[in-house]
Nanobody, 117 residues
Framework: QVQLVESGGGLVQPGGSLRLSCAAS????????MGWYRQAPGKQRELVAI???????NYADSVKGRFTISRDNAKNTLYLQMNSLKPEDTAVYYC???????????WGQGTQVTVSS
């Protein structure tokens, strides 16, 4: 089992910044692909950014240039730095973990990000 503990969500004004963290623990040996997803009310869950064990990153077009995904392997922690936030970024953000050796998916509990004046 893999446990994912998220933190850093909250309320921020448009143009502001937030940094989300996701700490992984449990059976986290071996390679894994980690990423961030989000789901706004009435919409499907969408991919925000991915960071693979090899260092490859990918971003949704809507967040390119504003969000940065990174990973601290020593701390087993995934980060999402969100800058220049817009009201349309408002959503529940989920940390995702896929263990490569068995292709099993794990999800965090979700953290609310609200961008409003």
């Amino acid at each position: 089992q893999v446990q994912l503990v998220e933190s850093g969500g909250g309320l921020v004004q448009p143009g502001g910044s937030l940094r989300l963290s996701c700490a992984a623990s449990g059976s986290i040996f071996g390679s894994a692909v980690m990423g961030w997803y989000r789901q706004a009310p009435g919409k499907q869950r969408e991919l925000v950014a991915i960071f693979s064990s090899g260092g490859t990153t990918n971003y949704a077009d809507s967040v390119k240039g504003r969000f940065t995904i990174s990973r601290d392997n020593a701390k087993n922690t995934l980060y999402l730095q969100m800058n220049s936030l817009k009201p349309e970024d408002t959503a529940v953000y989920y940390c995702h973990y896929r263990r490569v050796w068995d292709s099993i998916d794990y999800w965090g509990q979700g953290t609310q990000v609200t961008v409003s004046s």
